[in-house]
Antibody, heavy 116, light 109 residues
Framework: QVQLGQSGAEVKKPGASVKVSCKAS????????ISWVRQARGQGLEWMGW????????RFPQKFQGRVTLTTDTSTSTVYMELTSLRSDDTGVYYC?????????WGQGTLVTVSS | EIVLTQSPATLSLSPGERATLSCRAS??????LAWYQHKPGQAPRLLIY???SRATGIPARFSGSGSGTDFTLTISSLEPEDFAVYYC???????????FGQGTKVEIK
């Protein structure tokens, strides 16, 4: 069965970076893109970007361009999301999701807390 | 950039009632629209894709309609487990650009 397993909760200081992993299983990793979506505290869902594990192509909304980096490790079927220059309003839950035109399978979410 | 506007922000209904949620796009997105259900402490769940196709395992009480700029999610008869926040998301571009609406909370009246 398709599963996306994310890394554990993180606590970071303002200005730092965080790197969250998403390990895929149960399907051919290179055949589907992976998106990252977050829910900042008290806010709705927000799309952060997408990566094609086959060729490494990425796409980001303007808001996150330059602050989010997506990478893959095909040997372990893992996608990484790094968010830099963290601020308090980046606190929230971060999800990875498999893209099959739409996000059909989701990770369990990773809580990122930004606090001094 | 395409903006999705959902209405109403909150819908207060009783179990058994019909829920009608709206999503309006600022530009034509064809039929490239999805609906997700999100409950506290859980990952979002895909309900509807391509505006009107139910995802695997989604009950028939959930239906989607619309094309172009105006879309509707209908829950024909609310079950207790349906009280949640619902988001629409557009996919008019390729590779994916996944803008979400701001969400509609369906709460128990």
């Amino acid at each position: 069965q398709v599963q996306l397993g994310q890394s554990g909760a993180e606590v970071k200081k303002p200005g730092a970076s965080v790197k969250v992993s998403c390990k895929a299983s149960g399907y051919t990793f290179s055949s589907y893109g992976i998106s990252w979506v977050r829910q900042a505290r008290g806010q709705g869902l927000e799309w952060m970007g997408w990566i094609n594990p086959y060729n490494g192509n990425t796409r980001f909304p303007q808001k996150f361009q330059g602050r989010v980096t997506l990478t893959t490790d095909t040997s372990t079927s893992t996608v990484y999301m790094e968010l830099t220059s963290l601020r308090s309003d980046d606190t929230g839950v971060y999800y990875c999701a498999r893209e099959n035109d739409f996000a059909d399978y989701w990770g369990q979410g990773t809580l990122v807390t930004v606090s001094s | 950039e395409i903006v999705l506007t959902q209405s109403p922000a909150t819908l207060s209904l009783s179990p058994g009632e019909r829920a009608t949620l709206s999503c309006r796009a600022s530009q034509n997105v064809g039929s490239y629209l999805a609906w997700y259900q999100h409950k506290p402490g859980q990952a979002p769940r895909l309900l509807i894709y391509d505006a009107s196709s139910r995802a695997t395992g989604i009950p028939a009480r959930f239906s989607g309609s619309g094309s172009g700029t105006d879309f509707t999610l209908t829950i024909s008869s609310l079950e207790p487990e349906d009280f949640a926040v619902y988001y629409c998301q557009q996919r008019s571009n390729w590779p994916p650009v996944g803008t979400f609406g701001q969400g509609t909370k369906v709460e128990i009246k």
